[in-house]
RNA sequence: CGCGGGGUAGAGCAGCCCGGUAGCUCGUCAGGCUCAUAACCUGAAGGUCCUUGGUUCAAAUCCAAGCCCCGCAACCA
């Protein structure tokens, strides 16, 4: 039988940002996904890493008297140390000034070149010096540059004019390729109009900090066309073909933001190496403060280190995957965070495995009752809980992991008003047996729920398994063990007692 | 101007394609339970389904017009 392949990406982020939590969170859906896949079988490979060139990197590193490298290599850690931190999984950490990279850039651009994609030609437009790079008419306009002037420079352009058609051909084609929906759309219409060609050098003279274009020593290549190629640098391309034949395509995970950038230049870069295109391109949402956008002047940006101090890496990745559906924009506000914890994961699933432990240890001498013959009260939950794992892969395979969540919600809901009406407690005074076959009934939800939760949370759903002595199960109903001594344990996720305004 | 998405209870959303008692989570209120992390369960209040007109026995759902919100509008080289 021939396994399934994932491929997963983050975009390369820029050295010079300090992390907040639209990378934070775009680096754990990667994470959720990949882990999914892998739990599912699938050969999968997980990619991010950073962009380290072009103009902001050149100065910040002047501005503290560095070579750019050294400022990079200074920087970095606190992308890669705060990935360890959320428990982000990823196969590997491409940085684009690695030698792996480069030589992969450059051997593109040479091949690029050969087809003929790739000319020289002279640009006159208006250019700020205060901003050291050319603007649009429309930004002159704006008044908001200065020292603006008219400037003619000779630069190389790759030809994206000429895959234009193949590529409005091909996103028709393939409804999957750019989601959500409207994105597909919105690019359609991007590409209703004529496509430019990629302006993809900058003369050394101007900006320094770059790839060197193989074919002429006085220029650099432009940052776009360098990190997009990570994608393909990082798993072997023109390297080690077998690897990279084996992952690419990629689904890639974006920010809406850079959208344009992936399925325009990107794909036509990849028409013009006739390579297949990506799998998927995902654009999604911001994340709103409040009613306002994140941003640093207004002060507001989430810090996702603090958060997890506070609450624990496991509370944050399920607030971010439940909190923000698809491809709209999410809002975050620490009421909000309050909420969906206390609900879900302390008054639902949190609470439901206090009350099954506590009920075994009370009536059952702590060890897991016999599952015994099912009643038709008991059947409601094992059927419930034997679609689930489907329903929750089709669910992830499509990419909405806030449905998944609430599919796998909804069963603890369900067993908790199944342990409502069939009350245990009152129960084992009566029939033993019977209160213990609900309370393995229950349990065995608990399992399989905690089994699908392990891509989001990862230590919290390895320690709920090793509390019920199953630490390696799957999804089949009935994998939990009879018999078996239950440890006491700490709440799993205490209640946050928020003091209320008066 | 253009293209695209949306306007459904206090909040966030589903339902709309394939017309027929308007549903979910959170919040509010009342009750129940008491195994549990003041958790859990039940019930209630709360909706002109943006507006207007049309089609139909029947429209949140189909059609038309309008209002409002949001996104895209590159060639930022």
Redesign the pocket.
């Given at each position: 039988m021939k396994r399934n392949k994932f491929y997963v990406t983050t975009p390369i982020y820029y050295v010079n940002d300090a992390p907040h939590i639209g990378h934070a969170y775009t680096t754990i859906l990667a994470d959720v996904l990949a882990r999914f896949h892998r739990a599912l079988g699938d050969d999968t490979f997980f990619l991010t890493g950073l962009d380290e060139h072009g103009q902001k990197v050149q100065q910040a590193a002047e501005k503290r008297g560095l070579a750019p490298k050294q400022h990079c290599d200074d920087l970095a850690p606190r992308f890669s140390d705060l990935w360890k931190t959320l428990g982000i999984s990823n196969d590997d950490f491409i940085r684009t000034t690695e030698a792996r990279h480069v030589s992969v850039v450059q051997a593109i651009l040479q091949k690029v070149h050969a087809n003929g994609d790739i000319y020289q030609k002279e640009?006159?437009?208006l250019y700020s010096v205060a901003e050291e790079?050319?603007?649009?008419e429309?930004e002159a306009e704006s008044g908001q540059f200065r020292e603006v002037k008219t400037l003619k420079e000779k630069?190389y352009?790759f030809k994206m004019s000429k895959h234009q058609d193949r590529l409005i051909k091909y996103i028709e084609d393939n409804p999957g390729f750019i989601r959500p929906?409207?994105r597909k759309?919105?690019m359609l219409?991007?590409l209703r109009?004529?496509?430019?060609?990629?302006?993809i050098?900058?003369p050394k003279a101007r900006l320094s900090w770059g790839i060197e274009i193989p074919f002429d020593r006085d220029y650099v290549t432009?940052v776009w066309f360098d990190a997009l190629i990570n994608y393909i640098s990082a798993i072997g391309y023109m390297a080690d073909e077998d690897k990279f034949k084996r992952f690419w395509p990629a689904v890639h995970l974006i920010g809406?933001?850079i959208l344009?950038t992936h399925s325009i230049y990107w794909t036509t870069m990849l028409f013009s190496l006739d390579l297949p295109l990506p799998e998927a391109i995902f654009a999604h949402g911001w994340w709103l403060m409040g009613e306002s956008k994140m941003s640093k002047s207004l002060g507001n940006v989430v810090r996702p280190l603090d958060l997890i101090e506070q609450h624990g890496v496991d509370a944050v990745r399920y607030y971010l995957m439940s909190e923000m559906?698809l491809g709209?924009d999410a809002?975050f506000t620490p009421e909000n965070f309050i909420?969906r914890y206390?609900?879900d994961l302390?008054?639902?699933?949190?609470?439901l495995?206090?009350?099954v432990s506590?009920?075994i240890a009370?009536n059952h001498g702590g060890i897991i009752p016999e599952a015994g013959t099912p009643s038709s009260a008991d059947e409601e939950v094992v059927v419930t809980g034997r679609a689930l794992g489907p329903k929750v892969e089709a669910l992830i395979r499509d990419y909405k992991v806030d449905e998944a969540l609430n599919e796998i919600m909804n069963l603890i809901?369900q067993v908790?008003?199944y342990?409502?009406a069939q009350?245990p407690?009152?129960l084992a005074k009566t029939d033993l047996p019977a209160a213990g076959r609900v309370l393995y009934t229950a349990t065995e939800a608990l399992r399989l729920s905690a089994v699908l939760l392990k891509a989001v949370m990862p230590t919290k759903v390895a320690t709920v398994l090793e509390i019920l002595g199953v630490a390696d199960s799957g999804l089949s109903w009935g994998e939990l063990k009879s018999g078996v001594l239950l440890p006491a344990f700490p709440?799993?996720?205490?209640?946050i007692e928020v003091e209320k305004k008066v």
């Open positions: 640009y006159e437009g790079r050319f603007i649009t429309k630069n352009f929906e409207h759309n919105e219409g991007f109009q004529p496509l430019g060609d990629l302006c050098s900058r432009y809406k933001d344009t559906n709209s809002n909420k206390n609900s302390a008054n639902d699933f949190g609470n495995l206090n009350r506590g009920l009370k809901r908790n008003k342990m409502e009350a407690w009152k709440p799993l996720f205490p209640r």
